[in-house]
């Protein structure tokens, strides 16, 4: 690895999986630049974690509202849709989901509610088809290979109590005040100690998020304490 | 043993007698019961009897094979020593004949009641087709639409798709048609998972099987073998972790007192099923370095707009 080696969190990582207009340069930073990326298995897991649950809200929400097709007006069809939505689920993420549906799909939705069988199993076809090309292109681009796009390391620890880093951990999850940001940033750690090991120097590593609420907001104070680890944000590393 | 449950125990014995010799009346030397075949006729006369004495001695919880009375299994097991069913072994299981003319009340007002409703429910039941009486009860009155989905739709196709990955004679077009259904039920069966908060581990276990499952159809085609077996063991193994979460859920007031325990075994196999899930996810993941270089096949301009979109939309 050289000297600036790219961690990526799973934000970074699931925008660059399409070259589609504005997520195009996440895209090329992804796919053509020369930089070395790597990320850990548990950000791979979180970013398929992320297609599976949209998969499933999207799926449940056709499936309910076929089901209850005859509660719906066609002229207030995408309002009642929505207050279905709500009552259906509580996870905001869920909602996100479906209103995505409703922006992208909006009238497959109208055909789902107001057609046969054969509609319904076509939408939901089709989002199970959308979502796993963006599986396949995940698994493909962040593997666990140095061939791949993202160089994806699998061995960090579950979690890092009772390890030489735990104290590292306590203070950075003190500062993040979130669990699953402190693991990802401790896989950064873990990494960058392992290169330590190999190389027999002192390796620098940059952490590359867009997480403002847990990470960017507290950059000074992590950097501090993760030694030779920089957090920067998407928009810092393009701008150089 | 209370009086009551003594007498519950009786009754509950008489009515599988009265079916038996049902079955005697209209089948005759073809009459037998296997122990699945009584507890879904008797699940149905439940559901059809008119009489609170009748329906408070059947007692059922769902569970891997549907309805199922663990009175009746002690019931049968009681009998058989008491020799009042000859027994046929066929494939393993046991079939139950009665034999002899065993003794019950025929004064008893309830019982003649149930005689006559258990002989409309043989007559409205194909009793040489067990699988279509198991089905029937699945689509009808199954607490979740995920069951008979997944059960029926999803692991018996699954059953035919394995066969077939390894008949080299078989048809390639018609074990694309059974991958592209199976496929299909698969997602119809996430499309049902239960929207109760006690099964939300499950169901994020089942996505999380479901995406791995996609990966191998999607992208590892090639190298399928590899995973079936897997695949297979562990499409059961969700199904009996289900069957644990199920009869929290679907049961007759009778096993209340069984809840706590059964949340703890429903916990325990959560927790099990995890970690086979997560081992089965590392193994899909680690494969994908031989496939770095294969390209993705791509989606129309459409279909990568609505991408893009979810991929925007994710803010951890």
């Known amino acids: ?240 | 043993m209370s009086r009551a449950a003594a007498s519950q125990d009786n009754l509950l014995r008489d009515l599988i007698i009265l079916i038996s010799e049902a079955d005697i009346k209209n089948r005759k030397d073809k009459a037998k019961l296997c122990e699945t075949q009584i507890h879904k006729l008797l699940w149905d006369l439940k559901q059809r009897i008119d009489n609170n004495a009748i329906k408070n001695a059947l007692n059922f919880y769902w569970y891997r094979q549907g309805p199922y009375s663990p009175s009746i299994s002690a019931i049968l097991e009681k009998a058989k020593e008491e020799k009042i069913f000859s027994i046929t072994k066929i494939n393993e299981h046991d079939f139950y004949t009665l034999q002899g003319k065993p003794t019950y009340d025929k004064t008893n007002p309830e019982l003649s009641q149930a005689k006559k409703v258990i002989t409309q429910i043989l007559e409205d039941t194909d009793m040489y087709d067990l699988p279509k009486l198991v089905r029937k009860i699945y689509y009808h009155f199954a607490p979740f639409k995920f069951q008979p989905t997944y059960k029926f739709e999803f692991l018996d196709l699954l059953n035919e798709y394995v066969e077939l990955v390894f008949d080299r004679t078989s048809n390639t077009e018609y074990k694309q048609n059974i991958l592209q259904k199976l496929i299909t039920a698969l997602s119809k069966a996430e499309a049902n998972l239960p929207n109760k908060k006690s099964f939300s581990k499950f169901n994020d276990l089942f996505s999380q099987f479901v995406g791995d499952i996609q990966v191998i159809t999607d992208l590892y085609k090639d190298n399928e073998q590899e995973f079936i077996f897997t695949i297979k063991n562990e499409a059961n193994h969700i199904w009996d972790v289900f069957a644990q979460g199920v009869r929290i859920e679907a049961h007759d007031a009778f096993y209340d007192n069984l809840v706590p325990q059964w949340q703890e075994n429903f916990n325990e196999f959560l927790n099990g099923l995890e970690i086979s899930l997560n081992a089965f996810s590392e193994l899909v993941s680690r494969k994908s370095k031989e496939y770095v270089n294969k390209p993705i096949e791509s989606l129309d301009s459409k279909s990568l707009e609505f991408l893009n979109a979810i991929c925007k939309g994710y803010v951890q």
Request: contains cysteine.
């Open chain 1, 1 to 240: 690895m050289n000297k600036w080696s790219h961690f990526l969190d799973a934000n970074i990582i699931i925008r660059g999986l399409t070259p589609f207009e504005e997520s195009k340069e996440y895209y090329d930073y992804i796919h053509i630049s020369g930089t070395t990326k790597t990320t850990s298995s548990r950000v791979f897991n979180e970013a398929i974690g992320y297609f599976n649950f949209t998969r499933r809200a999207m799926l449940r929400f056709i499936e309910h509202a076929y089901i209850n097709s005859a509660r719906f007006r066609p002229s207030i069809w995408e309002q009642s849709l929505l207050i279905e939505a709500n009552k259906l689920f509580e996870d905001d993420r869920d909602l996100k989901a479906i209103r995505l549906l409703l922006q992208f799909r909006n009238q497959e939705m109208y055909d789902v509610v107001f057609g046969d069988v054969s509609k319904k199993e076509g939408l939901q076809n089709d989002v199970f088809t959308i979502v796993s090309r963006a599986l396949s292109q995940l698994a493909v681009v962040c593997a666990n290979t140095p061939e791949a796009k993202i160089k994806r390391f699998d061995k960090c620890p579950k979690n890092y109590d009772g390890t030489e880093l735990e104290p590292v951990y306590r203070k950075v999850n003190a500062i993040t005040g979130y669990e699953k940001d402190s693991l990802i940033l401790m896989d950064a750690c873990h990494l960058k100690q392992l290169m330590n090991n190999q190389n027999k120097k002192k390796n620098e590593l940059l952490f590359v998020t867009n997480d403002n609420e847990h990470i960017l907001s507290n950059r000074t104070e992590l950097e501090k304490i993760l030694e030779n680890i920089l957090i920067r944000s998407f928009d810092q590393i393009r701008s150089g």
